[in-house]
């Protein structure tokens, strides 16, 4: 099996308000593969979006810090280290597509100055610019291949590492070089009439055509991880449908490793190769998307596609889980679910079940195997 | 889509067209608050004249005041500022007065910027820190000191301690140039002349950090409170995951769009600040319109001089309403949502 390219081992984040503490996530582990995509969904406030930010370090600290684990990205601890470092770091090497394309975008900027500054801050790392990303227990070993001096640069044109396909480029030097950089990522995220859009300004777009720059200017910095935190939750269904075919498009596209966060099960189930459940910071339940999805071995994961509204389920009425997310200052002992399990015994409310693998002796750590963190999860395909 | 460059036309005509009321009205306000009570001031005003001149002198007070007033209107209209009661016309002495004022102005608007504004984000950036409670001390004192103390201390104190000259505008009285913008850096640098580039520089360093001293403080507070608005926003973090410096972050992301209210103030501030400099232009002996209007109302023992005062509250007009029109202007460069109306 090939290496992780990310790798986030038991990772807690805990958010301090006051005096009071949340464990907004605890003892998260899961692996990024190239060309791979990882899907989380789980409730509002169930700490997907906090585990999404944490990992490129975009959480304000405080009030959360990070309380222990580690985040392995290409052979360095990224809890470790500094602030100065954090950007190169995001420049190149995690890219992120935001919730709220309405305001994700500079006010103040054109769509190309915008584009174009990703695409720079990409090419000024590429070209030796800038210093890239050094520290760390191993040095950050960028893009593999033997840097270029500036001096040698200048004269020999370079191929970049493409995620896009493999185009010759020349260094970029012009405003119109930049130009036709801008434009191509712009057909990659399908805009029409990119040569219009390009000038105008942010609050002259829909929330659809923002959220494709957003995208566009993520993967223009051929980032090898691309978190896409909610991209389809805040547009409405039309849109969220295109932008969502845009991405499973991409997807096949661009070989980055996909990290997808999402509440929308049916939008997790089309686009993810595996899905992690989580509920209360934790992941309750791992496994490859379609195993997950029909054959769940968490009581929580079985009452949340039972609360799903399906196209072929539509008559009667909606069902609802029993109980609600619980407050992350007053956590149940043991099992996070148990006030709402109907399988729940004495030893659920006494000890946290462990993420075991379904089939026993199959391997958890490396993402692949089907694991919920269920003591009675042989019981609960028998739940209705 | 987007803004088309004949409206920002069509809004600065819109404005200056709003000024003329504003300046009929503060014409008359000035004219009749001067012209009220004009008993026996003849000869006070001219104590060793001739019969003559003390007649032709009351016959001009004693005419009705709407007469006088209509003549003042018609003769400004016609460009004759008038003249103080020894024949001095008012024109050329505000001429050269103005510009002066405006290099001071200039001066202070400038170090305001670019020393008020960095610590505004600096004191946003570390806000609640050691950092943002030295900002705050800083433009505070600025703010709470009286402008003729300040202007005093830095006159008497700062300026023998730094070796600065802390009266005039050059060393000598009489320059060897012509001084065709009456701002002194940029007549020296007209006439070529290095050294008295510096020697004007110098003594504009005292008077311009005193002004700025005084009036930081708006700058960099509302700097500070923008800043704090804007940098939690979705667009201040997208920037940051684009992996940009926390220097470009704040200085490109999120500065920018903290400016437009900082900008708006900074304009509010640059028309009262002109008006602001009488103290500072008469401890830093600076031939502005300060000076001016202070000797046009009796100050220092001087024979009124209505023409001139009410000259000065007619520039002072122009110059609130004109910053107030930049203001908005830049208003409109700074955030393209705005549309100018």
């Known amino acids: ?59 304000p600290e405080p009030p959360a810090t990070i309380g222990g684990g580690k985040v392995v990205f290409r052979g360095t601890d990224l809890v470790k280290v500094s602030k100065r470092q954090l950007p190169m770091v995001r420049g190149t090497g995690i890219g992120m597509i935001f919730q709220e394309p309405l305001n994700s975008l500079n006010p103040a900027y054109r769509v190309f100055d915008q584009v174009a500054e990703s695409i720079r801050i990409r090419h000024y790392r590429d070209m030796g610019y800038v210093k890239t990303f050094q520290g760390g227990e191993v040095p950050f070993d960028y893009s593999k291949r033997p840097t270029e001096t500036v001096a040698s640069s200048l004269t020999k044109p370079f191929v970049p590492d493409g995620a896009v396909g493999e185009i010759v480029r020349d260094r970029l030097r012009t405003r119109s070089d930049f130009r036709k950089e801008v434009l191509e990522y712009l057909r990659l995220v399908r805009i029409n009439d990119p040569e219009t859009i390009l000038d105008l300004f942010p609050h002259e777009l829909s929330g659809g055509m923002r959220q494709r720059i957003m995208i566009a200017m993520a993967l223009s910095e051929k980032p090898s991880v691309l978190i896409a935190d909610e991209p389809t939750s805040a547009l409405d269904v039309t849109i969220q449908a295109q932008v969502l075919t845009l991405m499973k498009e991409l997807i096949d596209e661009v070989q980055t490793a996909i990290l997808f966060i999402s509440h929308d099960l049916g939008v997790i189930a089309e686009t993810a190769d595996e899905v992690g459940v989580m509920y209360a910071g934790q992941i309750v339940e791992y496994g490859p998307v379609a195993e997950v999805f029909h054959n769940p071995r968490h009581p929580y994961t079985k009452a949340l596609l039972r609360a799903a509204p399906t196209r072929y389920k539509s008559e009667g009425p909606l069902s609802a889980m029993a109980g609600s997310v619980p407050n992350l200052s007053r956590l149940p002992s043991g099992c996070r679910f148990n006030p709402r399990c109907p399988l729940v015994q004495p030893l659920c409310r006494e000890k946290m079940p462990p993420l075991d693998p379904v089939v026993p002796g199959e391997v958890v750590v490396g993402g692949r195997a089907h694991a919920s963190a269920c003591f009675f999860q042989s019981e609960v395909p028998n739940l209705p | ?59 001009s007070v004693n005419q009705p005041l709407l007469n006088q007033f209509w003549q003042y209107l018609i003769n400004l209209l016609h460009g004759n500022w008038g003249a103080d009661v020894y024949g001095a016309a008012v024109y050329p002495a505000i001429a050269a007065a103005l510009p002066a004022t405006l290099e001071l102005v200039f001066a ?31 433009y505070l004192s600025g703010w709470a000191t009286p402008t003729y103390l300040g202007a005093v201390i830095a006159a008497v104190f700062l300026g023998p301690l730094l070796g600065l000259p802390s009266g005039g505008e050059y060393s000598t009285k009489v320059v060897p140039f012509v001084q065709y913008t009456h701002m002194s850096v940029i007549d020296a640098m007209l006439a070529g002349s290095l050294p008295y580039t510096v020697d004007a520089l110098e003594h504009l360093i005292l008077p ?77 002996l600076w031939p502005g319109i300060g000076q001016y209007a202070y000797t046009s109302i009796g100050g220092g023992g001087s024979v009124p001089n209505f023409a001139g005062a009410i000259a000065v509250v007619i520039i002072f007009a122009v110059a609130v309403v004109a910053a107030n029109l930049i203001a908005d202007i830049l208003y409109g460069v700074l955030d393209p949502r705005v549309d100018w109306r």
């Open chain 2, 108 to 138: 202070a608007l400038f170090l305001m910027i670019v020393i008020g504004i960095p610590l505004g984000v600096i004191a946003a950036q570390y806000s609640g820190r050691w950092a943002d409670h030295l900002v705050r001390v800083f």
């Open chain 2, 1 to 59: 889509m987007g803004r088309n460059p004949s409206d920002l036309i069509v809004f600065i005509v819109k404005r200056l067209v709003q000024l003329i009321p504003v300046l009929f009205g503060v014409i008359v306000l000035t004219f009749f608050f001067t012209h009220l009570d004009l008993t026996n001031v003849c000869n006070e005003w001219y104590p060793h004249a001739g019969a003559a001149t003390i007649h032709n002198c009351e016959a």
């Open chain 2, 208 to 284: 311009a950090t005193v002004l700025a001293f005084i009036n930081m403080g708006i700058a960099t507070r509302m700097t500070r409170a923008s800043m704090l608005e804007v940098l939690p926003l979705d667009y201040v973090r997208s920037a940051r995951m684009k992996g940009l410096s926390e220097f470009w972050v704040l200085y490109k992301h999120a500065l920018r769009n903290a400016l437009i209210t900082t900008t708006t103030v900074l304009g509010i501030t640059a028309g009262g600040l002109l008006s602001g400099t009488v103290v500072v232009e008469e401890v830093f």
């Open chain 1, 1 to 59: 099996m090939t290496e992780p390219v990310l790798d986030v081992q038991h990772l807690s984040i805990t958010y301090t308000v006051g005096a009071g503490s949340f464990p907004a996530v605890t003892d998260v582990s899961l692996q990024l593969y190239p060309g791979r995509v990882v899907g989380i969904v789980g409730e509002t406030g169930c700490g997907k979006s906090t585990l999404a930010k944490a990992i490129p370090r975009l959480l």
